[in-house]
């Protein structure tokens, strides 16, 4: 029992004064910035697709998610245009948009090509008049 305390021990000691130790040194003026934290000002209205994907259920539709961005002004409900190379469809995206903040939604679109697959904003209204 002693012998396995002592070839422990040396074992121990051994291996404490073999660690070498590195100094680290301070890398000048390295600065880390998520891409998050850094933002672009939103000035003029907008709109983007920031994703599409193929359904899983139905193999000639796509599920495209649409980014729209307000500029510096309101922006309710814009009316959207969403074309690809077999359909063109108007969606609305509902609800109010701050000033110089996005708003994202998804939507469906039947497509050959996902590369033929734009959105902008509609030039038509298709509301019911207020009563």
Same mark, same amino acid.
């Given at each position: ?54 359904? $899983?259920?139905?193999?000639? =539709? ?23 190379? $077999? ?6 995206? =509902? ?31 298709? $509301?019911?008049?207020?009563?």
């Amino acid at each position: 029992m002693k012998a396995i305390g002592i070839v422990l021990a040396a074992l121990l000691v051994f291996t404490v004064l073999s660690v070498q130790y590195v100094e680290a040194k301070p890398v000048k003026n390295q600065i880390k910035k998520d891409i998050k934290e850094i933002k672009t000002p939103i000035d003029a209205k907008s709109v983007k697709i920031t994703q599409i994907s193929k359904s $899983r259920t139905l193999h000639v =539709w796509y599920i495209i998610t649409v980014q729209v961005c307000a500029g510096p002004e309101n922006l309710y409900s814009p009316d959207l245009e969403i074309k690809s190379d $077999r359909d063109t469809i108007q969606v609305t995206m =509902w609800g109010l948009i701050m000033p110089k903040t996005c708003k994202s939604g998804e939507f469906f679109i039947a497509a050959n090509n996902p590369d033929t697959i734009s959105a902008s904003f509609s030039s038509q209204s298709f $509301r019911e008049p207020a009563r």
